[in-house]
């Protein structure tokens, strides 16, 4: 019966794909291109500039946008009757992109990198075109410190296929090889749950011992995004499948899309895999759906009726973390997620989104799926066997001074018990503000303040009905990276950041972060450190090992990170360099009592082979070949 149950369930979601790609189809046809811009594209930012600027209308918080939506921004800047207000260097800046989203000249472009086609199709003659190119990015990178220095690589080289047919409906592919190294370093063990938990043999509740790594050493702390998909393999057995490239490795990617787009970009339609950021706060700032994220499959509708109001919903499914081989891993992370964010916004001076998600067990769970069903309550219906969420923010804006905003993502919580000191009390904030510089071109200085509770992100493995003996994982993660904000469990981070793009092709940023974390290695480890720590399922409210005091209730790693960085993209060649450079001092402070006691303690700084102090001097530098903007 399960096997039966198990193709029906795939003819069902079979038969909706075709169903949603005829709909794309079958609409009223002729050319442009809808697909989306990379998150990594400086335009982002330029945009999020003209928008605190004033130059144009509130932009949607459902990133990456499409090509169309980056042409009609630009495009209503460079004509609105505040367009007087730019400067030189931000007109030529606006128009060199407007030339880089727009159609390009037919034939090979060898500075695009690239081949386009036109012709038409049918008896109606619809137009259709093709855009076929390649892309290559190097970098080499390295971190240099006290006791040792590592050395990593990144090469890839890509190739992509995009298509558009008519006006509404684009579709593209893409995908490549690279050679990858990112060495880290074992730190230690780890309990799932705590030192000492023990809920029977016959428990679904089993705290597990689970090695510990540092981050890249090659790479600033929390900023790495791996680009491999699945697995990396090493040359002398390229069957294996393996985590992480610690020496140099081979890995692929691949990405595809299918966007339409009707009524002037006001409704959006995609199918695709690709890596999202949602939220009217700054770019990489959200706490809910984050850029720094891996991508996945998904289906996704937005919806903008009326100026001040949106809608979009997004489901996909999670693809596993490789750390015990492509069986074993994956055994117990067989995830969907359906998210909907609801957006508000008056004129350019206020915005507010709420955003309702869920991580669950794969199935085809109708009520998640459906953008006019709220989660949390519709869990009470199916039963408790999924991850909720809700996330709140909160933007105000002056026109051509900045913003201030505020953010709130809650995972778990009991209203009525004890916010500051539970560990139950799941969740994490964001305050910040984005101050305009007018004397400079596209120049701002971000100011923020997040903080990370134990626990957050973070989910019971539970026993599901149609899994069987399996205790499946349903943290709000995909990859083994968390789905919010880049920081662990129980962290928070001071940063302060100034950008500016002082000529056309040059941007450059200075950055400084504090960011303290709970040691989630060695004998002073605080429980509810880890993207895979687990919440004691039994006295949630009463335990003394489930209270917490940041700073104060055991090891906590110190980072003081300050780093400069630039981007130049050549005007008459198809090169783009870029480099980032800084130093990273680390040291750890811990209690004279035993982590996790329950109570509040004063804490010191301290420097032992299990906790030690470093600084290290870190540098990357990369160059692109037929850069993608």
Known sequence: MCQIGYYRYMKLQISVICFCICVLFCAPLYAQTHLSVPLGSQVYYILEQAEAKGLCSPLSGVRPYTQSVVLAAINQILRSDKAYKLKETERAILEQYLNTF????????????????????????????????????????????PDDNYLGTETWIGGYMINDLGNHVSWGVGGGGGLIKAPKKELG????????????????????????????????????????????????????????????????????????????????ARLGRISHDWGATPLGSNLAFNQMARPFLGIELEVFP??????????????YSNQQGIKKSAMTFQNAFSV?????????????????????????????????????????????FDNLAMSFNLKAQYPGVGNIWGSFFMDEMKLNSNLRTLDRQMFSWQTGTSLSLPFLAFSSIKLSYTRISPYCYTHNRNYNPWYGSNQMETAYANNGVSLGYYLPPNSDEILAR????????????????????????????????????????????????????????G??????????????????????????????????????????????????????????????FVVELGIKVFPQQ
């Not at 086609?117 to 390295?142: L, Q």
């Not at 294996?240 to 002037?264: C, H, K, Q, R, V």
């Open 340 to 384: 909907t964010m609801m957006q508000f916004r008056f004129r350019n001076y206020l915005f507010f989104d709420f955003v309702d998600a869920v991580v669950y067990p794969k199935r085809f769970e109708l009520g998640y799926i459906s953008p006019i069903m709220n989660n949390f309550f519709y869990q009470n219906n199916v039963g408790d």
């Open 498 to 553: 100034f950008q500016t793009m002082p000529i056309k092709n040059l941007v450059t940023h200075l950055q400084y972060q504090m960011i303290r974390h709970g040691a989630d290695f060695g004998s002073s480890a605080v429980d509810g450190s880890n993207l895979l720590s687990e919440l004691d399922p039994s006295g949630r409210d009463k335990k003394d090992v489930l209270k917490r005091f940041f700073l104060r209730d």
């Open 555 to 616: 090891a906590y790693q110190w980072l003081h990170i300050a780093k400069l960085g630039a981007e130049w993209t050549l005007s008459k060649a198809p090169l783009a360099f870029y480099g980032e450079a800084g130093v990273v001092h680390s040291f750890f402070t811990n209690t004279k009592q035993p982590a996790n006691s329950g109570k509040s303690h004063s804490y010191r700084k301290i420097d032992t082979s299990e906790y030690p102090k470093s600084t290290g």
């Open 306 to 319: 009326v100026p001040w109001f949106g809608i979009a919903s997004l489901t996909g499914m999670f693809e």
């Open 102 to 145: 727009s159609k390009p000249k037919r034939g090979i472009d060898w500075y695009r990198g690239g081949f386009y086609a036109e012709t038409a199709v049918g008896k109606k003659s619809v137009p259709f075109s093709t855009n076929m190119g390649v892309a290559v990015d190097i970098s080499g990178s390295a971190g240099l410190y």
């Open 189 to 268: 063990l780890y309990n799932t749950y705590y030192a000492g938990f023990d809920q029977g043999e016959n428990s679904q509740y089993q705290n597990q011992e689970i090695k510990v790594y540092s981050e890249p050493l090659t790479h600033f702390p929390y900023t790495y995004k791996k680009r491999w998909d699945s697995s990396v393999f090493y040359f002398k057995n390229l069957s294996s499948y393996n985590s992480w490239p610690d020496n140099i490795a081979g890995g692929y990617y691949m990405d595809s899309e299918l966007t339409a787009s009707f009524l002037e970009n006001k409704v959006i």
